[in-house]
């Protein structure tokens, strides 16, 4: 590396945020650029360590350790401590289609495997990849690059989030003609309508889609296959279908009184609030604003977090986050040692706002819900809760367990359910008929993508279950290059 004390010299400076306060105020991204000089002081931190397992890309144990997509961190890191921005740009883009996104909402299981992470804050690499993927728009780097030649062959993709943008890009490079279905009026899956614009500006996925399209790549919005197309036509019209449909379907909550008024799916909610600010013609419907309303959401994961800065935007009165977990630690457990993701507490953008305005963290911690109360019209007016625990039972098995005398009622307006999601829709799947998986996902290996119809791939959270943003822009890209194979007989991706 270039300084090969730089690790030593230069502490770990943390995301670069706009006051909470002021972005509280609209709906802007709320970070914020360095300068290049303390991006200079932050890509000498990266260490020559031997054996990089920031990039290394695995699961095991329900975790991932360093980066899915194999990123070359250290050699974009030095590039950047060199001043060398363009050329670490093409070291960023050989593994990564969309580090605009990636820098911005990935959780970056990279920096939870830096060996500086061992006994140092680890280097932050997910704001340097960010900021040179950003230096690259700004300085007129990126330029559409439309392949030399064509194929001749026709690839549909179904779904436009980041697995079948991925493979979109990946075929039209090698000269395939793609195109995408999107069953919403605008492309990007979850990208658009499921993170909300402060953490994700909508500019930055319509300008990645406005260049695929300059490339080549076209894109059918409004169709929903199965509806507006059937699986029948795409089969007959192209040489290869890919199935990036996502893991769509909400999980509810089995709860008495849940089908009371008031009470709506957290992407449902965050979907309409992101249409309603794109769309200056739209007015959110009351069902779905949180204005002056006491809002609880049900759910302590990061789509519970989004919902929170969501509802402080539109002035809710109040609002608070339920969590069946504890809260967690600190620091890592002996039971979560690197190179793991780490599993331990943070204050996100959505909690800082929270109590920027009323002083408080919204999380409330080892809470399950019981019952929803209504009105005389059936509209949510109070939910019931009780504190949990766990415990260790005699075989050995982690149980949630309530604590009697704990119970509380909550006054609310608005429930948002932001407990996950199940999998990809049973009747998308059904229409296309592609064997499943006890889990209700697409029927397919890792690495080889196929499922049981001949020239039909399936990759992404379709194939895996829920999952980060990085795996599925590795399948994406993985499925691309056996979608590739099967066209071709040999293939030109990596």
């Known amino acids: 590396m270039g300084k090969l004390t730089g690790f030593l010299d230069y502490k770990r400076k943390e995301t670069k945020e706009r006051s909470p306060r002021e972005r509280l105020r609209d709906w802007q991204e709320y970070q914020k650029a360095w300068s290049d000089e303390t991006l200079k002081q932050q890509g000498a931190r990266c260490m020559d360590c031997s054996t990089p397992y920031c990039h290394i890309g695995v699961e095991f144990n329900q975790t991932s350790f360093g980066c899915p997509l194999h990123n070359l961190i250290p050699e974009w890191n030095d590039l950047v401590y060199r001043g060398q921005w363009k050329e670490a740009l093409h070291r960023l883009l050989k593994t990564n289609n969309f580090p605009e996104w990636t820098g911005r909402v990935c959780p970056a299981p990279c920096e939870g495997s830096c060996t500086v992470s061992l006994n140092d804050d680890a280097v932050t690499i997910k704001n340097i990849e960010k900021s040179i993927i950003d230096k690259g728009f700004a300085e007129g780097w990126i330029v559409p690059e439309p392949p030399e030649h064509r194929t001749g062959k026709h690839v549909a993709i179904i779904g436009s989030g980041p697995a079948g943008l991925a493979a979109a890009d990946q075929l039209n490079k090698a000269g395939h003609w793609v195109t995408v279905f999107e069953r919403e009026d605008r492309v990007g899956g979850l990208l658009m309508y499921g993170i909300p614009n402060m953490k994700l500006e909508k500019e930055s996925v319509t300008r990645r889609v406005d260049l695929l399209r300059q ?94 800065a969501t509802a402080l935007r539109q002035g809710s009165k109040s609002i608070v986050q339920f969590g069946k977990h504890p809260k967690l630690p600190k620091y890592r457990l002996e039971t979560n040692p690197w190179p793991e993701q780490p599993d331990v507490f943070e204050l996100s953008y959505a909690y800082k706002e929270a109590k920027a305005q009323s002083g408080q963290d919204p999380r409330q911690y080892s809470i399950l819900t019981q019952r929803f109360i209504t009105d005389e019209k059936g509209h949510i007016v109070a939910l019931e809760t009780m504190e949990v625990e766990k ?104």
């Open 215 to 308: 490339e080549g790549v076209i894109f059918q919005v409004n169709t929903e296959v199965g509806k507006d197309i059937s699986m029948q036509q795409l089969e007959d019209k192209f040489d290869a279908v890919i199935v990036c449909a996502g893991a769509t379907k909400q999980r509810d909550v089995d709860i008495p009184g849940r089908e009371a008024k008031g009470i709506q799916y957290a992407m449902d909610y965050l979907t309409m609030s992101t249409k309603v600010l794109l769309d200056p013609t739209l007015e959110l419907p009351e069902a779905f604003s949180a204005k002056d309303k006491n809002v609880i959401v049900i759910g302590g994961g990061d789509t519970g977090a989004d919902c929170v």
């Open 391 to 494: 415990d260790t039972n005699e075989k050995g098995e982690v149980v949630t367990q309530e604590i009697p005398g704990t119970e509380k009622l909550w006054p609310v307006d608005l429930v948002l359910i932001a407990v996950g999601f199940e999998g990809p829709e049973k009747s998308l799947l059904n229409h296309l008929g592609l064997t499943q998986t006890y889990r209700g996902t697409v029927k397919a290996k890792y690495g080889e993508y196929t499922t049981n119809k001949d020239g039909v791939f399936a990759a992404g959270d379709v194939r895996r279950g829920q999952s980060l943003i990085v795996w599925a822009i590795n399948e994406g890209r993985e499925a691309a290059r056996e979608c590739d194979r099967y066209l071709m007989g040999a293939t030109v991706l990596p």
